[in-house]
């Protein structure tokens, strides 16, 4: 948004053609205005086309009513569809884990299990008890927490 308070002015006189001569001044050192005196009688035409049978906005509003809406489209474009599509794929990933988990509970328990002292020490069946964790557990396991790590870097790289 411009800071210039000449803006609304200079975008008037462009739009009907009367011009001072500071203003015209102005027009010639300020970015600003220079592009709002080029688009003000494009907006009043396309005002005239689109509201024909109402008496004509003033084309300042016009302006910033364009300007906003240009603005907020652009923050909604960058901001909502990745928000959603980062929920909905941290809800398929937590479901993920939460099916996989539940599938091998018992046997990731009981394996978990022979990492303790009392089951290392009776030589218990903890190569037994891992075996009966299929290869495609683990392989699921591996290829989820890929998942899970590249959703958390790319959430880290969206905020940035
Ligand atoms: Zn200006």
């Keep these: 948004m411009s800071d210039c308070r000449l803006e609304p002015d200079v975008i008037r006189a462009a739009a009907r053609?009367?011009?001072t001569e500071s203003l015209r001044a102005h027009v010639a050192t300020c970015a600003d205005c220079a592009i709002a005196a080029e688009i003000a009688p494009w907006m009043q035409q396309f005002a005239r086309m689109d509201d024909r049978a109402h008496k004509l906005p003033d084309p300042a509003s016009l302006w910033v009513r364009a300007k906003l809406l240009?603005?907020?489209a652009a923050a909604d474009r960058a901001s909502l569809p990745i928000t959603r599509v980062q929920i909905a794929s941290y809800l398929v990933v937590a479901g993920c884990w939460a099916a996989l988990l539940t599938w091998k509970w018992?046997?990731?328990s009981a394996w978990i299990n022979s990492f303790t002292p009392a089951h290392v020490i009776l030589g218990a069946a903890g190569a037994e008890t891992a075996a009966s964790l299929s290869a495609m557990f683990f392989l699921m396991l591996i290829?989820?927490?890929s998942v899970t790590a590249m959703l958390?870097?790319?959430t880290i790289l969206a905020e940035e």
Excluded: I, K, N, R
């Design 106 to 108: 018992s046997a990731l």
């Design 70 to 72: 240009q603005s907020t």
């Design 17 to 19: 053609g009367e011009w």
């Design 143 to 145: 290829v989820l927490a």
């Design 152 to 154: 958390a870097f790319h």
